[in-house]
């Protein structure tokens, strides 16, 4: 007996097209549907990659430090136990500059990661609602931090200190980047260890670098900015004049180049003689004095590069180097200089982290108001009269004042990238409430002063805060010497430097 399902068995030979078959239609099988596709993985749009959950490999502990777009945690890695720092970024204080930017440093430190004066990166995560960065631990503090801590040190230290600082310079440049932000804050210790390495961080404005081309955007901070940054024109030689600046301040304790405004620090650096003659100076050796000299040459053709000051008798390892303790002079420079650094910079923290949205759209679209012309840039006859039609209360001579600070080429017009920057500055510093805000974060019980007490509470949750310090801080701030930082003071000391 045939089967009950023969007639449902399908011939599955090809019909020829030019008969049909003696038996009537045949039937045949449709091809086996595909198997459903996945649901599509989340991307996240600063990684563009599927979300990770850092939790599944690291554990992550107190927190470390706060900046305007998230926290630093330690954590754990799980599978070794080994410990890193995490930068945690909220995506929502991310633009898409912002956004930007964070891809290139991560890319950068990519790139760069095993170099030995370098922070090693080890990872880049993503999820719903943050970007984790995950680099090397280095806990042993910022480089100004460690050298006033142990008292005084001695010129073949600070060798020691330059030669790594320079070695990041040469390192970066060899592999085709430019850190365009080098200071002392961006310099850590490794560990507390006396002879601890030290390591570059913080990449956010660095750049690969493109042949042949010739960059003009102004960036940096003002006392370590190249002279040719100033006038628009510059290239990878501008961070051999930085490391130059810190080693610098690293033998006489001040800036080559300073000035109570950002106008006249600029002004120094553009006009102004390298001073290598007044105290602590003649007690500094001439090799030391040569290289900065140098490091320092305000022509970028003529500048030392890397290579050469890596090869320079005072800066090579076992080279020409006195053990004599630097100028005491020198020593107490430096500590006031860091102090004053700390406090406006975690004020500085403070009030960029209260700015919103709207007041940066506010500035572009004041730019737009004053600039009548429409011709991209803005006169000083537009601005003054910008101002006037504001009712602004600025007089003629603050307008000239900013003016002149905003027109860093010196071309008589101020664009849209020089307008943002000036008025950033000025906008964050005289704004009583920005101000006020940044003092009532110290202020914690609204007594009206801040103690040492508080400081060193606000300090610490920043990791940037010891006895000393906070010492410096008074001394500098406190004008009336009872041992409070009033709101006059602390005002005094933010505007101290306004352009």
């Not at 754990?76 to 720092?85: F, I, P, Q, S, V």
Request: net charge neutral; glycine share 8%.
């Amino acid at each position: 007996m045939g089967s009950c399902f023969s007639k449902y068995v399908v011939n599955t030979r090809p019909i020829s097209s030019s008969s049909e078959s003696p038996h009537g239609p045949r039937f045949y099988s449709s091809p086996p549907r595909p198997p459903p596709s996945p649901p599509p993985i989340p991307r996240g749009s600063v990684l563009e990659k599927p979300y990770v959950d850092i939790r599944m490999f690291y554990h992550l502990e107190r927190e470390l430090g706060r900046g305007q777009f998230g926290i630093t945690y330690l954590c754990t890695e799980m599978a070794t136990g080994l410990r890193y720092a995490c930068k945690s970024m909220s995506k929502r204080k991310l633009s898409k500059i912002d956004i930007e930017d964070v891809r290139r440093e991560i890319s950068i430190m990519q790139h760069l990661s095993g170099q030995p004066n370098i922070v090693e990166f080890r990872g880049a995560y993503e999820d719903r609602n943050s970007v984790h960065v995950v680099m090397e631990l280095c806990s042993g503090g910022e480089l100004f931090d460690r050298m006033t801590a142990k008292g005084s040190y001695t010129e073949r230290e600070a060798a020691r200190i330059g030669r790594q600082i320079v070695n990041v310079v040469y390192a970066c440049h060899f592999m085709g980047v430019m850190h365009r932000d080098l200071k002392p804050e961006n310099f850590l210790m490794a560990s507390r260890d006396d002879n601890a390495q030290v390591k570059a961080t913080d990449f956010g404005i660095s750049l690969f670098i493109e042949e042949g081309r010739v960059y003009r955007d102004v960036s940096g901070t003002p006392e370590y900015i190249a002279p040719e940054v100033l006038k628009r024109r510059y290239g990878k030689e501008i961070d051999v004049w930085s490391a130059g600046v810190i080693l610098y301040i690293l033998l006489s304790g001040a800036p080559p180049f300073w000035a109570d405004t950002v106008k006249g620090i600029y002004d120094a650096i553009i006009k102004e003689h390298l001073d290598l003659e007044s105290p602590p100076w003649p007690s500094i050796s001439g090799g030391a004095k040569d290289l900065i000299k140098k490091m320092l040459t305000k022509d970028p053709k003529k500048r030392i590069t890397a290579a050469g000051a890596l090869e320079h008798q005072w800066l090579k390892e076992g080279g020409e180097v006195s053990d004599k303790p630097l100028n005491s002079l020198a020593f107490l420079r430096m500590k006031q200089f860091r102090a004053m650094n700390k406090l406006k910079k975690l004020a500085l923290k403070v009030i960029a982290e209260n700015l919103v949205e709207e007041e940066l759209t506010g500035l572009r679209g004041m730019f737009l108001n004053m600039n009548t012309s429409g011709s991209g840039a803005i006169t000083h006859e537009e601005l003054k009269i910008g101002f006037a039609r504001l009712g602004s209360k600025l007089s003629e001579e603050e307008i000239a004042q900013l003016f002149a600070a905003a027109d860093i080429d010196k071309n008589g017009r101020i664009d849209y990238a020089e307008f943002v920057t000036a008025m950033m500055h000025r906008h964050r510093l005289q704004n009583e409430s920005n101000l006020y805000r940044a003092f009532v974060y110290f202020d914690t019980d609204n007594s009206g002063f801040i103690t040492r007490a508080k400081l060193r509470d606000a300090l610490a949750q920043y990791g940037m805060g010891d006895e000393a310090a906070i010492d410096e801080i008074f001394e500098e701030v406190d004008t009336d010497k009872d041992g409070r930082i009033n709101y006059e003071d602390f005002v005094a000391m933010m505007r101290k430097g306004i352009a």
